[in-house]
């Protein structure tokens, strides 16, 4: 058995405090599903808890217009909720749990930098991938993962590979990287699904991977091997984070994918193998989305396992 290192954990209060309401699938109980998972299979014993801080104005808006961020702030409600584009609300606890979940991805990255930690699960809401530059989108206000790798790019990090396995595309990390050298983002992403974009590589820096409706996980496995490892190898990243959605779970209500727990578990090998080989084993993996509550918190946990090098 190899063995168990012990890995940074980021979550925050905050983030269940958020609620677009109860017929909402981006819920608070997403959070506590993952958490309660890690419990119970004991895998919360090798993590190390931290309480994740507010992002600041100015690590936010390293990658979003500071007249974004004023507007998010003008618009935050007394009260009740107010709709944003079709799908995201902003609530009176919106934006405390959104400086919350870009801010764990901050320290996680602090945490990897000092070398106290090689890797790091940030299990916070609400996502990030479909926040742009100035617009919320799908569920995100802030780009917590972009907010995380420009904090990395200012810590002195060379080269970062982003790879980002949610089976939507992570359009607003697309946007906010495009053209970015130091960054090589990854993606599969399933066709005819939000955010409906035909993603292209406007800075060549781009790898994504369209998934046909209804393809299971030897899809995926080919993406990986074809497409991505061969990008990830020539790039050689300093440093690797994670867009780590779960609803391309075969029994995810929003995904159109037929991803078993063993594809999880593959590709999580995979990127450790990677990690090991290029960046010192160093990881950073935050939560993006994942809408059954039973298939997330069973695929974070064995997610969370593999990053343990634990499979
Ligand atoms: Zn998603």
Not at 41 to 46: E, K, R, S, V, Y
Not at 55 to 64: E, N, R
Not at 67 to 92: C, H, I, R
Not at 106 to 131: M, Q
Request: glycine share 8%.
């Amino acid at each position: 058995m190899p063995a168990m290192n012990t890995i940074a954990y980021l979550t925050h209060p905050d983030c269940l405090v958020h609620d677009m309401g109860p017929q909402h699938p981006e819920q608070p109980e997403r959070v506590r599903a993952v958490a309660h998972q890690l419990l119970i299979t004991g895998l919360m014993d090798h993590l190390d808890y931290f309480a994740a801080p507010l992002a600041t104005d100015t690590q936010i808006t390293a990658c979003h217009s500071p007249e974004y961020l004023m507007f998010l702030q003008k618009s935050a409600p007394g009260q009740g909720l107010v709709a944003l584009d079709e799908d995201t609300f902003l609530t009176p606890h919106t934006l405390p749990a959104a400086r919350r979940a870009a801010g764990a991805v901050v320290l996680a990255t602090d945490l990897i930098l000092s070398n106290k930690y090689e890797r790091a699960f940030c299990n916070i809401r609400p996502p990030g991938h479909h926040a742009g530059r100035s617009r919320t989108g799908g569920f995100c206000f802030f780009n917590n993962v972009a907010v995380g790798i420009y904090h990395a790019l200012a810590g002195g990090v060379r080269r970062i590979a982003l790879v980002d396995f949610d089976v939507h595309h992570g359009n607003g990390s697309e946007e906010i990287l495009a053209g970015e050298s130091r960054v090589l983002m990854l993606s599969t992403y399933a066709r005819q699904l939000y955010p409906h974009t035909e993603p292209s590589p406007p800075g060549g820096n781009q790898v994504n991977v369209g998934l046909m409706p209804g393809a299971d996980g030897t899809a995926l496995r080919h993406a990986v091997e074809h497409h991505w490892l061969a990008a990830l190898e020539h790039f050689r990243p300093e440093m690797l984070f994670i867009s780590a959605g779960f609803d391309a779970h075969f029994q995810d209500a929003l995904g159109n994918q037929k991803w078993l727990p063993e594809d999880y578990i593959w590709l999580t090998q995979e990127l450790v193998a990677l990690a090991n080989r290029h960046c010192d084993g160093r990881i950073i993996s935050v939560l993006e989305g994942g809408y059954n509550l039973e298939a997330l918190a069973r695929c974070a946990a064995l997610h969370v396992q593999g990053l343990l090098g634990h499979l």
